[in-house]
């Protein structure tokens, strides 16, 4: 008796030593830091909508989040990084859909895959694009620059922050579906291709907001189109797209958290109740909107079908461009 009793207690301990070893990534995940890596530079957007989720998801957590930036090769450097990482909640991706969409869009062998390698964990904001004009150009209106673009083949430049970024993608849907000839003039990033739009270098830059708002606002440039469905609150004096007679040029950049794929379900649970949470906090929503961006909480599966459907359409536009790597 004694001997079967000894044995009952030994499976007992190896019971509850293998439902503890079970547990343990959601243990980690709940007692570890949180390392939300950014695929770009400090002070971009997707740093912005990082270190503006890292405070308030961490009090509702109860435990550290830090924010780590590891930029280079069109955002695949910090997105394999999360794609490779161990999957217990500890490591997420903040990520900005130019890089989620549009990197692979134009490189196929990435070393990893986003649909199979990440999982959707929630949306943190879209940021409609502007069209954004140089005074040199004669036009008031975006059906005005379609019209000059076809009238003069190629003189026009227009601006992005680097090949396969949403304005590169966005602008090229939009001359394929108008019909218009634009040399492209790639840069390593907003602020040197904002300085060569104000000198006039290039004449023309669809981009986020914020960064050129102050330009329009003292006439230095002018703001022609957005490219949202909807006017935006901030910018109630710009015209959509559709408004000014280009439809099918719908451009949203979006940013997002990611987990690697393989994170147990209880713990991506946990981490999207958490990020929602602090989403739809009045303060999260007005510090978007300043920043020229629109919050509207989307469910995981909701992003899983986003991510599904403008890999697809990016692909499309960018074969059709025929854009290859730099």
Not at 152 to 164: F, I, Q, R, T, V
Not at 223 to 249: D, F, K, N
Not at 291 to 308: C, W, Y
Not at 315 to 320: G, H, L, S, Y
Request: charged share 20%; proline share 9%; hydrophobic share 45%.
């Amino acid at each position: 008796m004694l001997s079967n009793r000894r044995r009952l207690l030994c499976a007992a301990s190896l019971g509850l030593a293998g439902a503890l070893l079970g547990a343990a990534p959601a243990a980690r995940a709940q007692s570890g830091t949180i390392t939300l890596i950014v695929p770009t530079a400090p002070a971009g957007t997707t740093d912005f909508a990082a270190r503006l989720l890292a405070e308030p998801l961490a009090r509702r957590l109860g435990q550290s989040v830090v924010v780590e930036n590891r930029a280079g090769a069109n955002g695949a450097i910090g997105t394999g990084a999360v794609a490779r990482a161990r999957p217990d909640g500890t490591t997420l991706l903040v990520q900005y859909s130019g890089y989620h969409v549009g990197t692979p869009a134009i490189i196929p062998n990435l070393g990893y895959d986003v649909q199979k390698d990440l999982v959707p964990v929630a949306l943190l904001m879209d940021a409609p694009q502007v069209v954004f004009v140089h005074p040199s150009v004669p036009a008031k209106t975006a059906a005005e620059l379609v019209a000059h673009a076809r009238a003069h083949p190629g003189e026009l430049n227009y601006a992005s922050a680097g090949n396969g970024s949403m304005q590169h993608l966005g602008t090229e849907l939009w001359k394929q579906k108008a019909g218009m000839d634009m040399a492209h003039v790639p840069y390593r990033g907003t602020g040197p291709a904002t300085q060569d739009l104000l000198a006039g270098r290039v004449q023309v830059f669809m981009t986020t907001p914020p960064p050129l708002m102050p330009y329009v606002k003292d006439g230095t440039l002018r703001a022609l189109a957005i490219t949202s469905a909807e006017r935006h609150p901030a910018l109630p004096e710009v015209p959509t797209m559709a408004e000014s007679g280009q439809s099918g040029v719908e451009v949203t950049a979006w940013f997002a958290v990611f987990a690697p794929a393989g994170t147990p379900e209880p713990v991506l649970k946990r981490i999207t109740e958490a990020v929602d949470a602090v989403v739809k906090t009045p303060e999260f929503r007005r510090r978007a909107e300043e920043q020229g961006a629109i919050v509207h909480p989307m469910t995981p599966e909701a992003l899983g079908q986003r991510v599904e459907k403008e890999l697809a359409e990016w692909t499309q536009v960018a074969r059709a461009a025929n854009i290859k790597p730099e």
